[in-house]
């Protein structure tokens, strides 16, 4: 049986505690400074845009204007979008929203177009609100989710993967064991052990221990838009002699590094901004 959500194993809460020690006051500090957060991050110049009292994201002024040219019951104020849907179902403001993010593709607006689909949850719901195209997501600033996984060895080292050069997103630079968007037909589960597969080669079977380690919200500017996430991290007890193997393409190779070298990197810039999230997010659960 698979450790999840509830694990209190002693061999991975020791892995961790080792790979803790090891990284040390000072480089946790520079390391986290290296993470993107959107309290902090948002341009100054983008409009938050809500459905009812429900905050869905924020557009540059242009992209404002163009979704309120082509959502119906949307207004566009001088600070602000509004929808007025938040009496609709959830189906009716998917297929409302799916239909304008069709248009804005045909007309040349959402090049990354990924025949993916998206759950939008509201802050305090795990009902999602909505659901619509992921590259949607990214172009109207909404919040998605991901799973992330760190990747430990009894030891205390953690394996690190190089993103492949080819990758659209932060091509090269040093990420999680595995990560990859949460999509809408899945649960968290499902996508941890599709994701530790595909990007890793790794059957996740009664040999590991995983455990939940919780969320954090990273968001940075990309392609025009505010690309918001909500990372749910887990931590991962790699077995003994255990080499991840990359199935999918999206990964040049993976090091097994120190704590200090993983947060040297970190400062240094050479990991993504959301996999250094996930790192220290990591590190605050005792498992």
């Keep these: 049986m698979v450790h999840a959500d509830t694990s209190d194993s002693d061999a991975l809460a020791s892995a961790m505690e080792r790979f803790r020690v090891a990284w040390g006051k000072g480089h946790s500090d520079a390391a986290a ?3 993107a957060t959107p309290s902090n991050g948002v341009p100054h110049d983008f409009l938050p845009w809500f ?3 429900q905050k869905l994201g924020y557009l540059s002024a242009a992209r404002a204007r163009l979704l309120a040219q ?4 949307s207004h566009l104020h001088t600070d602000r979008l509004d929808w007025n849907a938040s009496h609709w179902d959830m189906d009716t403001r998917s297929e409302a929203l799916q239909r304008v993010l069709l248009t804005l593709r045909d007309a040349g607006h959402l090049p990354s177009w990924r025949n993916e689909t998206f759950n939008f949850f509201s ?3 795990d009902r999602p609100l909505l659901q619509a195209e992921r590259a949607g997501f990214y172009f ?10 760190n990747g430990v060895t ?7 993967a ?3 050069a080819s990758k659209a997103v932060d091509p090269g630079l040093l990420d999680n064991l595995c990560a990859g968007g949460l999509g809408a037909d899945e649960t968290q589960m499902q996508a941890v052990v599709r994701e530790l597969y595909e990007e890793a080669g790794i059957h996740l079977q009664s040999v590991h221990e995983l455990r939940y380690a919780g969320n954090v919200n990273v968001g940075r500017v990309r392609e025009g838009g505010w690309h918001e996430e909500r990372l749910q ?3 991962l007890l790699v077995a003994a002699g255990e080499q991840p193997a990359n199935q999918d393409g999206e990964v040049q190779d993976f090091q097994l590094l120190e704590a200090a070298e993983i947060a040297r990197r970190i400062a240094g810039g050479q990991f993504t901004p959301d996999a250094a999230a996930a790192i220290n997010q990591g590190l605050l659960t005792q498992g």
Excluded: K, Q
């Design 140 to 149: 109207l600033g909404m919040r998605s989710d991901a799973v992330h996984v």
């Design 233 to 235: 991290v887990y931590n």
């Design 51 to 53: 459905c009812g009292p």
């Design 33 to 35: 400074r290296r993470t």
């Design 154 to 160: 009894a030891n205390g080292r953690m394996w690190i």
């Design 70 to 73: 082509h959502l119906e019951h």
């Design 162 to 164: 190089r993103r492949s």
């Design 123 to 125: 802050a305090d719901s």
